[in-house]
């Protein structure tokens, strides 16, 4: 799996649980769900993402296949 694909999986799966943990624990949780949310847009601007930096730190790979626009 590349980059691009492991970062929606993070995104996904933080917004799926936060909004879990706020319907089932607290409705604080749903500010996670907020960041999330102004990362997503703050990304689609300026093109930088900390979870995607991090992933490329960890070693995962950018594919072209994944991201036709490179």
Request: proline share 4%; glycine share 6%.
């Amino acid at each position: 799996m590349c980059t691009e694909r492991y970062l929606r999986l993070a995104a996904g799966t933080v917004v799926l649980l936060s909004v879990v943990m706020g319907v089932l624990v607290s409705q604080y949780w749903l500010v996670l769900t907020g960041l999330v949310a102004i990362n997503l847009v703050q990304s689609a601007f300026t093109n930088w993402c900390p979870a995607k930096a991090l992933l490329e730190k960890m070693g995962t790979k950018s594919d072209p296949a994944c991201n036709p626009n490179h």
